[in-house]
């Protein structure tokens, strides 16, 4: 039995993708959005209990879909990361992984540095105190030796990093602490003896054929996902709550776009790519994250694509994505960012540079933490405003806009992963594969 790359383990997605995956996708949202609008109780078609009953038969398709994709995410993780680590030579796995990690600490700064200045000079939550702001909070602010104490547990902070138990980070569905523990069992790989090494890397190659057949058979679902996600989505939320908090959403929009525009110029200048043929290369993974505002159910998506449109070798790809959908939030940094000046400016507390300079460090760091799956930005977003004295009260008028701006956020995460990618294969993309390397760290090419 001959085991294959990546990009020979998933033949059921290319046939999706030559069926134009990306289009049913569209007409899923189109029309998910206008039998959304019309469930919807605003417009008086259908009773409250019918629209929310019709919704809960809407989402089963894209329920199953999550659903089998987080099914799978994990030893896809596992198996991926360890198949990138060991198809590096420990030399280039130095350099590799030390300025990948400096790489997404530098894109998320800048999207920090973009949310600050457009909230800074839109003033969106001075709009929203113009017209009274928001209840006013009990809630004890936290003092300026507080905010020196949460500086203190820094290092407590990093040490946490690596798990202690790490089937307890699988079982909670905690995605850092099983990235860190699968980089240093994968480090550990290559110090192993040819005989040892062998059968651990045909394993996860194998694991790794499983989990991609499983995602085939997911992708099956997506238009149907879509189209379910979407009607139950809109039919829940009221037309209202976009009206009311339409500039503050206009302001999380555009500086996602020039996040965007920071994207193309990386690919334009350091990928040496045509920007423009590197969106349209990359538009199904785009289109899943919009719909299912999840990066961690579209990295599959995103690992095929970066290795059939973008040729990236699967050496680069199956280390960078993985990582990239669990610590490189930058759409997400930035959307933290916005929101956390955003209330800030809606309760009238002034912010000194000192506590800009504490939210821009709280926010790299909440960022490289939070969920890869829907919602997860302000589950994190509680700890930014906590650690910055702002009221979480106002959290809750958030929380029913958030999946509309979760998905345009993870269309930026999952574009930034992409793009680190194509930034990586400028510098690393002559690294031998694994078939051409040290042959103590081959696997058998049959069995």
């Known amino acids: 039995m001959e085991f ?40 008086g078609l259908v009773s409250e209990r019918v629209g929310s009953w019709l919704a809960n038969w809407l989402e089963l398709p894209g329920q199953i879909f999550m659903r089998l994709i987080q099914m799978v995410m994990i030893p896809l993780i596992f198996a991926s990361i360890i198949s990138g680590i060991v198809s590096n030579t420990s030399d280039n796995l130095k350099t590799f992984g030390l300025r990948l990690f400096l790489y997404f600490v530098f894109t998320t700064t800048v999207a920090i540095i973009i949310g600050l200045s457009i909230t800074l000079l839109m003033k969106p939550g001075e709009y929203v105190l ?36 790490p089937l307890e980070s699988i079982l909670m569905g905690e995605m850092l602490g099983v990235v860190i523990f699968t980089i240093i069992i994968g480090i550990a790989i290559t110090q192993l003896k040819d005989v040892t090494a062998q059968p651990i890397i045909r394993f996860t190659e194998a694991i790794q054929k499983i989990c991609m057949i499983v995602v085939s058979w997911a992708m099956k679902l997506v238009p149907y996902a879509v189209f379910g996600l979407m009607g139950a989505l809109l039919s829940r939320i009221g037309i209202g709550i976009f009206l009311g908090l339409g500039y503050y959403m206009s302001v999380v929009i ?57 040729k990236i070798p699967s050496n680069i790809s199956d280390f960078v994505i993985p990582i990239g959908a669990t610590i490189n ?23 000194s540079l000192i506590n800009l300079i504490l939210i821009t460090a709280t926010v790299i760091a909440a960022s490289i933490g939070t969920p890869a799956i829907p919602g997860g930005g302000v589950i994190i977003l509680a700890t930014v405003l906590q650690s910055a004295g702002i009221p979480a009260d106002g959290l809750i008028v958030i929380i029913g806009i958030d999946r509309i701006l979760g998905m345009f956020r993870t269309v930026v995460n999952v574009t930034g992963d992409l793009t680190a990618c194509l930034v990586f294969n400028r510098f690393y993309g002559n690294i031998k594969p694994l078939d051409t390397m040290d042959p103590k760290l081959q696997p058998l090419a049959s069995t």
């Not at 290319?14 to 990306?22: D, N, T």
């Not at 004890?140 to 820094?154: C, G, M, S, V, Y």
């Not at 776009?257 to 920071?262: G, H, Y």
């Not at 930058?330 to 002034?350: K, R, S």
């Open 4 to 43: 294959r790359p990546l990009t020979a383990l998933s033949v059921h997605l290319e046939s999706l993708i030559k069926g134009r995956l990306w289009l049913q996708v569209i007409v899923g949202l189109l029309l998910g959005a206008a039998l959304g609008l019309l469930l919807n109780p605003s417009t």
């Open 130 to 165: 113009s017209l009274g702001g928001f209840p006013e909070s009990g809630e004890k602010q936290i003092l300026p030796t507080e905010q020196a104490n949460l500086i203190d547990n820094i290092p407590m902070a990093i040490s946490n990093l690596i798990p202690n138990n």
């Open 254 to 310: 555009i500086g996602l776009l020039i996040l965007m525009s920071f994207y193309l110029l990386l690919v334009l200048f350091v990928g040496k790519k045509n920007p423009f043929k590197f969106l349209k290369a990359i538009k199904e993974p785009q289109l899943l994250a919009f719909s299912t505002a999840s990066s961690a159910a579209v990295m599959p998506v995103s690992m095929k694509t970066a290795e059939e449109n973008l």
């Open 329 to 351: 939030m930058d759409g997400t940094a930035l959307f933290q960012c916005v929101t956390t000046l955003f209330m800030a400016q809606a309760y009238g507390i002034e912010l």
